[in-house]
């Protein structure tokens, strides 16, 4: 089993930044993608960025320019910078995280961490 857990979340306003950490711990061995997903109230979840571990990375489009995603192997941890921060940003973020068992793809989930966006 892997545990994530998120930190970063909260109050911010609009066009400032924010930076969300996930932390994998457990069975981490040959994790292949790490990544964040959002889910905004009455919306379905959605992806905003994944990097896998050999470094390819890979933006929702609406992301693109604002959001950075990085991954520390030694540290097992992914991060997220937010910059340019808008209202429609609001969401909970979910750290994912997945490896292949044979030709299953398995994910991993976090608990999630509140980001909103309000002046």
């Known amino acids: 089993q892997v545990q994530l857990v998120e930190s970063g979340g909260g109050l911010v306003q609009p066009g400032g930044s924010l930076r969300l950490s996930c932390a994998a711990s457990g069975n981490i061995s040959s994790l292949y993608a790490m990544g964040w997903y959002r889910q905004a109230p009455g919306k379905q979840r959605e992806s905003v960025a994944f990097?896998?571990?050999?470094?390819?990375?890979d933006y929702a489009d609406s992301m693109k320019g604002r959001f950075t995603i990085a991954r520390d192997n030694a540290k097992n941890t992914v991060y997220l910078q937010m910059n340019s921060l808008k209202p429609e940003d609001t969401a909970v973020y979910y750290c994912?995280?997945?490896?292949?068992?044979?030709?299953?793809?398995?994910?991993?989930w976090g608990q999630g961490t509140q980001v909103t966006v309000s002046s």
């Open positions: 990097v896998t571990n050999g470094g390819f990375t």
């Open positions: 994912n995280a997945g490896r292949y068992i044979g030709t299953t793809y398995v994910k991993y």
